[in-house]
């Protein structure tokens, strides 16, 4: 559809400027609203009316291809009011948007499930969710590849099917792995929900979870001594060290492995963490003990020989520039999470209370207290938490008067 040769520059369209627009003297004119995209109005010799101008585009995205410039009126300027204009034109963009025409509503192009994937994924990223979460979240419609082109309304119609695929995931990936799947599902479903009444209810109701138990593996005290022997016969000295710090501060892998320099305060002992499991808007402050600055402060000094100009607390020859996870299982060393449960534990014993450790650990703390407790003004106390558990974890290390065995290992300060 053609510019008229007089259409005017856009400009914020209201009651007062539309009604001052001189009358088309031949062909009507287009004047843009600056404001809302798509928004016009249209001038004509006698009249002049609301309108929505945008183009069309169908397909999944990807291969979206182009259909036709839609022209929608709304109503005529001085009997449709502004206001009610702006309203019917959000609503006529938005099936737009949708690959809807809507100069003709019953010609309905239903949205697929991969699709809505693909847009709750924006949404997640909208939402400063951390890049792992967004993995984790993507991954999942590997579990519903088959439905990828079926309508959002098909699979909503059969519950059982929704049902039974997660039955059938239950005993081909296990338990867990269903779970995550129909959780990833129930969330898309629900933001279609939202701009959408006409859909049907979330199918993910006709689902029975499995059940989960937490894993509570973790390392004793009296096992303590033997995992850092292993740990220290690790030849690469990033992954030693890695271990190490990953037991003594409590951290989740993928916040650890991503942890640069320029996040380390050394003045203050602390170690800034900006995109945690949670995203941006938990980020937080991890206290650090005189070993783990220790700790740090070697493997700074080592990698400035190992890599060179290297951003990375824990490099690695590998395509993120990073550790991407501690792969020395066959070693006889747990995996991250056990000792992100063994830190727990650990701390436990050494006396600190639950509100200390789930800080520490960058737990949500619930009820209302919880929400008027700010992490960042109790950091000396959190500080001195975090020394009195590492101090702890020397003392089952150690005898009396000894050191902690092993090499390019520091006293605890």
């Known amino acids: 559809m053609r510019k008229a040769q007089n259409d005017?520059?856009?400009?914020?369209?209201?009651?007062?400027?539309?009604?001052?627009?001189?009358?088309?003297?031949?062909?009507?004119?287009?004047?843009?609203?600056a404001e809302l995209k798509g928004f016009v109005v249209i001038v004509n010799k006698k009249s002049s009316s609301w309108a929505v101008q945008r183009d069309l585009w169908q397909g999944r995205r990807g291969q979206r291809r182009f259909v036709r410039t839609v022209r929608h009126t709304i109503g005529r300027v001085g009997i449709v009011p502004l206001r009610v204009a702006r309203e019917k034109a959000l609503q006529a963009i938005h099936q737009i948007q949708q690959g809807l025409d809507p100069n003709n509503p019953e010609i309905v192009r239903k949205r697929t499930l991969a699709e809505l994937w693909k847009e709750y994924e924006e949404t997640l990223h909208t939402r400063g969710r951390a890049p792992r979460s967004i993995e984790d979240f993507v991954y999942n419609l590997r579990y519903f590849k088959d439905w990828a082109d079926m309508s959002l309304e098909e699979i909503a119609s059969n519950r059982v099917a929704v049902r039974e695929r997660h039955k059938k995931l239950t005993r081909e990936n296990g338990p867990y792995a269903a779970n995550r799947a129909m959780r990833a599902l129930r969330a898309a479903y629900n933001l279609a929900l939202k701009v959408d009444d006409h859909l049907p209810a979330n199918p993910v109701v006709a689902v029975t979870f499995n059940r989960e138990r937490r894993r509570e593996e973790a390392i004793t005290g009296a096992e303590l001594p033997r995992w850092w022997q292993k740990v220290e016969a690790l030849e690469n000295p990033i992954r030693r060290d890695l271990h190490k710090f990953l037991l003594l501060s409590g951290m989740r892998r993928t916040a650890a492995v991503t942890a640069r320099w320029e996040h380390v305060d050394w003045d203050k002992?602390?170690?800034?963490?900006?995109?945690?499991?949670?995203g941006e808007e938990r980020a937080f402050y991890l206290?650090?003990?005189?070993y783990l600055v220790d700790l740090l402060g070697k493997r700074r000094a080592e990698n400035k020989i190992l890599f060179p100009g290297s951003p990375w607390i824990w490099p690695a020859d590998s395509k993120a520039g990073h550790v991407t996870e501690p792969k020395e299982t066959k070693r006889g060393l747990p995996p991250p999470?056990?000792?992100?449960?063994?830190?727990?534990?650990f701390a436990k014993a050494a006396g600190l209370?639950?509100?200390?450790?789930?800080?520490?650990?960058?737990?949500?703390?619930?009820?209302?207290?919880?929400?008027?407790?700010?992490?960042?003004?109790?950091?000396?106390?959190?500080?001195?938490?975090?020394?009195?558990?590492?101090?702890?974890?020397?003392?089952?290390?150690?005898?009396?008067?000894?050191?902690?065995p092993g090499r390019g290992v520091a006293r605890v300060r």
Do not use: W
């Open 353 to 404: 209370n639950e509100m200390d450790i789930a800080l520490l650990m960058n737990h949500k703390l619930s009820g209302v207290t919880g929400g008027y407790i700010h992490e960042l003004s109790l950091i000396e106390h959190l500080t001195s938490c975090q020394q009195r558990l590492t101090d702890y974890l020397q003392g089952l290390l150690e005898p009396k008067g000894g050191r902690v």
């Open 8 to 33: 005017l520059q856009p400009r914020r369209l209201t009651e007062a400027n539309v009604r001052a627009l001189p009358p088309s003297e031949g062909r009507g004119y287009v004047v843009r609203d």
């Open 269 to 278: 002992s602390r170690l800034f963490v900006p995109k945690p499991k949670g």
């Open 287 to 290: 206290p650090l003990s005189g």
């Open 337 to 345: 999470h056990v000792l992100r449960h063994s830190y727990a534990t």
